[in-house]
T-cell receptor, first 110, second 113 residues
């Protein structure tokens, strides 16, 4: 069993709609969680970090964390073609050691 | 605009040759990470440092890979001898602390023939 699991996609989303990405993790002691966006041929860039249960909003992005269910999600509202990328879920499984999921490819269609 | 820098950006070499990749972390960041990304394996942590001291290199093939931080502004990843299966994109990342965000450099795209 992988420590961090994501649906690989592609997730096809109409422009203007909400994209919903999910991630589950296996290590119960994990304390910090991150969503990175990676365009093809580029490096991962941080979208959101979340440390506490609940929702965290930043512009069109909302991260949701449920430690009891070992589940973290990312919502992208009003999806734009520029949001087309691979989204990587990362879990800090122990001191600084980030475990990445395989990524979910999002395709926003005009 | 503080960024992690990596050199070279691209490297093509022949099997058996030594490869050295360099990384300059963001000034003030005390943690440095080396990752490798391939289509098959995704993003894998190879090794990381805190205050220049190695914390974990369990993700790295010990017989051919080595990682060092000669000073606070330079991290190196060496492969000797290189093999075709080492072909991948190698990313360096730095962060202000072990639980904090890691910021990635542009990567070194390595092709071993």
């Amino acid at each position: 069993q992988k420590e961090v699991e994501q649906n690989s996609g592609p997730l096809s989303v109409p422009e203007g709609a909400i994209a919903s990405l999910n991630c589950t993790y296996s290590d119960r002691v994990s304390q910090s969680f991150f969503w990175y966006r990676q365009y093809s041929g580029k490096s991962p860039e941080l979208i959101m970090s979340i440390y506490s249960n609940g929702d965290k909003e930043d512009g069109r992005f909302t991260a949701q964390l449920n430690k009891a269910s070992q589940y973290v999600s990312l919502l992208i509202r009003d999806s734009q073609p520029s949001d087309s990328a691979t989204y990587l879920c990362a879990v800090n499984i122990r001191w600084g050691k980030l475990q990445f999921g395989a990524g979910t490819q999002v395709v926003v269609t005009p | 605009d503080a960024r992690v820098t990596q050199t070279p950006r691209h490297k093509v070499t022949e099997m058996g040759q030594e490869v050295t990749m360099r990384c300059q972390p963001i000034l003030g960041h005390n943690t440095v990470f080396w990752y490798r990304q391939t289509m098959m394996q995704g993003l894998e942590l190879l090794a990381y440092f805190r205050n220049r001291a190695p914390l974990d290199d369990s993700g790295m093939p010990k017989d051919r890979f080595s990682a060092e931080m000669p000073d606070a502004t330079l991290a190196t990843l060496k492969i000797q001898p290189s093999e075709p299966r080492d072909s991948a994109v190698y990313f360096c990342a730095s962060g202000p602390g072990l639980q904090e965000t890691q910021y990635f450099g542009p990567g070194t795209r390595l092709l071993v023939l």
